[in-house]
């Protein structure tokens, strides 16, 4: 259900701004979107996981957040570029 370290590795170096980058929005978004996504792969096999839909939707929550944050400092280019990237709009 979590990601392994080589899995946030691969993330960071993919989404990092900077060489020693582990904390930009860009990067939380990958790593919170990879962790929605595998809870959302939990949610398929059990239906009845209230306790950790919550902790899905408090990371969806935190995701939006971060978005929101992009979305203003960086701008609506950079906004749209990482939504692509990530693949989470249709």
Not at 42 to 66: M, Q, T, V, Y
Request: proline share 0%; net charge positive; hydrophobic share 30%.
């Amino acid at each position: 259900m979590s990601i392994t370290s080589q899995k946030k590795k691969s993330l960071i170096s993919t989404y990092a701004i900077k060489e020693d980058d582990t904390g930009s929005s860009f990067v939380q978004c990958a790593i919170l979107t990879e962790r929605i996504s595998n809870l959302t792969e939990h949610f398929k096999a059990h239906k009845h996981d209230h306790n950790s839909k919550r902790g899905l939707l408090i990371l969806i929550g935190r995701r939006r957040k971060h978005l929101n944050y992009i979305k203003r400092k960086f701008g609506n280019e950079a906004y749209q570029e990482l939504i692509e990237k990530l693949g989470i709009r249709k």
